[in-house]
């Protein structure tokens, strides 16, 4: 189960390097050529930022996973993971809608907030999981 994590916890630090790069170079010169908004670029560097920022979080929770047991961190890991796909994920597909067409996508947008809601009950269950006196070693 733990390896499953651990490369899950790899691919979406790659997924978040390659989007970084694909925005600062590839998207950012269709905002030059006036195809895509600084907005809709932007969008799409905060949905980089939030992947990445939780991806190594991830990792911290594998880390302490091995030196705790506790269900809160399971649940944070499960609430990171899909604050990922609900957050990035829709704020990506959003972002270059115009790009490549899919202005139907609109629909998306209410997705964005509860992917972020799922990262706040993530760290709300890191913080809970700190004001417990005991975890379990």
Request: proline share 1%.
């Amino acid at each position: 189960m733990n390896d499953k994590k651990l490369i899950t916890i790899g691919f979406l630090g790659a997924i978040a390097v390659a989007f970084g790069a694909l925005g600062a170079h590839f998207l950012k010169s269709k905002v030059e050529l006036g195809i895509m908004t600084t907005d809709q670029l932007n969008g799409f560097d905060t949905g980089v930022k939030y992947q990445m920022y939780h991806t190594i979080m991830l990792f911290v929770l594998f880390i302490l996973a091995k030196h705790y047991n506790h269900k809160f961190i399971n649940w944070a890991y499960y609430c990171f993971i899909i604050g990922i796909g609900m957050f990035s994920g829709s704020l990506y597909l959003l972002c270059t809608r115009t790009l490549f067409h899919t202005e139907w996508l609109t629909f998306l947008g209410p997705v964005t907030p509860l992917g972020g809601l799922f990262f706040i009950a993530g760290w709300i269950l890191l913080a809970i999981l700190g004001l417990q006196k005991k975890i379990s070693k």
